[in-house]
């Protein structure tokens, strides 16, 4: 649903505390798709939720080299780190 910009006022928390136990976590897809979703979510919600905003950025940069060292695709790395790239500039 946080990929079709749905709920994101109660998802969005709940994500946070789950990538925050595992960035990778999987979703419906692939191990770090919730990721990708969470980066990749309306960015107007973004804007009005600040701390929330920071906490996504901070888990992101925290987790940097798991996330870089990570057996999966090259497109996939490729993807979260180009959304993080847009994302963190939101606020």
């Known amino acids: 649903m946080i990929g079709q910009?749905?709920?994101?006022?109660?998802l969005i928390p709940i994500a946070i505390e789950i990538l925050s136990e595992n960035i990778l976590a999987?979703?419906?897809?692939?191990e770090g798709d919730l990721?990708?979703?969470?980066l990749a979510s309306n960015q107007e919600f973004w804007i009005a939720e600040k701390k929330n905003h920071q906490t996504v950025c901070d888990l992101f940069k925290?987790?940097?080299s798991i996330l870089k060292d990570f057996d999966t695709t090259w497109?996939?790395?490729?993807?979260?780190?180009?959304?993080?790239?847009?994302?963190?500039?939101?606020n």
Do not use: A, H, M, T
């Open 26 to 30: 999987e979703g419906d897809y692939y």
């Open 75 to 90: 497109e996939i790395k490729k993807r979260w780190f180009e959304l993080f790239k847009y994302f963190e500039i939101i």
């Open 62 to 64: 925290k987790n940097e």
């Open 35 to 38: 990721l990708n979703s969470v």
């Open 5 to 10: 910009n749905i709920g994101l006022k109660y």
